[in-house]
Nanobody, 114 residues
Framework: VQLQASGGGLVQAGGSLRLSCAASGIIFSSFAMNWYRQAPGKQRDLVAT???????DYADAVKGRFTISRDNAKNTVYLQMNSLKPEDTAVYYC?????????WGQGTQVTVSS
């Protein structure tokens, strides 16, 4: 199983980034897909979720600014991040969750400058 996250980088406040996470080795369509983030010295927090049925949910801190989506044909989940703030700076991780299994990607760094 492999989850390959990409799309992170350095952006100015107010800018946008689109993260991607390509999965292999799993039946992608049957997994809920999550994006988490972890800032230095802080715990890893859930940012956004998309279920196998495409229901979505977001952390209050990102509602209205971030959008999670999935393309089951490409085994890929996306996180569109708009109106970025310095407090969004973190390593972003994708997670594939099923009731009997759970997998993590390697993380991609997002840095938002003020």
């Amino acid at each position: 199983v492999q989850l390959q996250a990409s799309g992170g980088g350095l952006v100015q406040a107010g800018g946008s980034l689109r993260l991607s996470c390509a999965a292999s080795g799993i039946i992608f369509s049957s997994f809920a897909m999550n994006w988490y983030r972890q800032a230095p010295g802080k715990q890893r927090d859930l940012v956004a979720t998309i279920t196998s049925g495409r229901s979505t949910d977001y952390a209050d801190a990102v509602k209205g600014r971030f959008t999670i989506s999935r393309d089951n044909a490409k085994n890929t989940v996306y996180l569109q991040m708009n109106s970025l703030k310095p407090e969004d700076t973190a390593v972003y991780y994708c997670n594939a969750h099923h009731p009997i299994s759970d997998y993590w990607g390697q993380g991609t760094q997002v840095t938002v400058s003020s």
